[in-house]
């Protein structure tokens, strides 16, 4: 089955979204799952780009609060292990306020086959796209998900679940991707490995509290860009657990003291370029670019992680052709009035500052005001 959605939600509001309070075993929004005839698409799109899909306060008794995805694989008589894929794409949606034990978010499961001798996987795929429809909307919001169970008494119960789950051989690609408010044991993992280099590139994750990790990506090779990791209430022993094959660039860590990057690879396996952390001895090992600052951001009590004017996150690394965008859909590479800049007019994390701010403004522009 091939499902094409796109909808600004009931009365334009997104949080009543076009899957609304549903509830399910597998999958409480959406459920996408092959089977020997065919594969499964799911394909949600803004049609508004001021309001993104809503999907919103569904429920899953097992797997995949927001959305759930399985393949298919059998073994062909020639020895072919044909694989209809299960997919999401997603371009301008909310997930939000959904609840279920294990990928409160999104589930992506593996379907497995036994062949010459051993067991072949094939995992779920999830695409977030970055286009002109979700200009104004965030783009892709992974958002206030919960990871619990219902006790006999139907009450929640917390699990060790995670907000994005990955399951073997699937792949996970992002680009403008928000994650704020999911409650559970991860906001992303990986259970293994991926078929695809695991990709976030401009992305937030602020203001979730977990009770691990924030981000598990087993042994996936990871690529992170241009993201901001802030705010968040994380009880286990680093911000981010990899182990192999990890690249960070231009981003930024403040977790404070906690350490961020568990990575039990080699240290050939790690590449950090341009990256701003409060706690920087775990990524010593293959830095080039690598700051030990408060990035200072606009008003972190109350969710605003843009960059202060004086911040040192800004007009830092080198410019990339093309019309690169930030989390907000406005143009990279500005360069500051009357700040020096290191390497280039590129800013650090999700949020680029904008000269604008600053046309009519000299002083807030140098800095001397806070914001």
């Not at 209809?84 to 409160?104: F, W």
């Not at 119960?157 to 399951?167: N, W």
């Not at 490995?193 to 598990?216: I, K, M, Q, R, W």
Request: one cysteine or more; glycine letters at 12%.
């Amino acid at each position: 089955a091939y499902a094409h959605i796109g909808s600004p939600g009931y009365m334009l509001a997104s949080y009543i979204g076009v899957m609304y309070q549903n509830r399910a075993l597998n999958g409480g929004g959406i459920a996408a799952i092959a089977g020997s005839q065919g594969g499964a698409q799911i394909d949600l799109f803004a049609t508004d780009p001021n309001h993104p899909v809503g999907i919103a306060q569904n429920r899953a008794y097992s797997k995949g609060g927001g959305v759930y995805l399985i393949p298919y694989i059998s073994t062909e008589g020639s020895g072919a292990l044909p694989v209809n894929e299960a997919t999401l794409k997603m371009e301008g949606v909310l997930i939000d306020d959904n609840a279920s034990p294990e990928g409160s978010g999104i589930y992506a499961d593996t379907d497995w086959t036994f062949a010459f001798v051993y067991e072949a996987p094939a995992g779920g795929e999830v695409y977030m796209y970055a286009g002109a429809d979700c200009a104004s909307a965030g783009c892709n919001s992974v958002s206030n998900n919960r990871s619990v169970t219902l006790d006999s008494q139907g009450h929640d119960v917390p699990t060790a679940g995670s907000a994005i789950l990955m399951q073997t051989d699937g792949a996970l690609s992002a680009n403008r991707l928000v994650m704020r408010g999911n409650e559970g044991a991860h906001a992303i993992r990986v259970a293994d490995g991926l078929h695809l280099p695991l990709s976030l590139d401009t992305c937030l994750l602020a203001g979730n509290t977990v009770t691990a990790e924030l981000a598990t990506f087993g042994s996936a090779s990871t690529t992170i860009n241009q993201c901001t990791f802030a705010g968040n209430s994380i009880g286990g022993p680093s911000v981010m657990y990899a182990e192999t094959g990890f690249t960070m660039t231009n981003s930024i860590i403040a977790q404070g003291a906690l350490s961020t990057l568990h990575y039990v690879g080699s240290g050939a396996g790690r590449a950090i370029d341009y990256v701003m952390a409060q706690e920087t001895a775990t990524l010593n090992l293959g830095a080039t670019h690598l700051f030990n600052a408060d990035p200072l951001f606009v008003d972190v009590a109350n969710g605003d992680f843009h960059l202060r004017a004086d911040s040192d996150a800004i007009d830092v690394a080198p410019p990339v052709a093309g019309d690169d965008r930030d989390l907000d859909n406005r143009p990279r590479d500005q360069d500051m009035p009357n700040v020096p800049n290191l390497d280039g007019d590129r800013d650090l994390g999700a949020y680029e500052r904008q000269v604008h701010l600053c046309a009519s403004d000299t002083i807030f522009c140098d800095g001397f005001d806070a914001n």
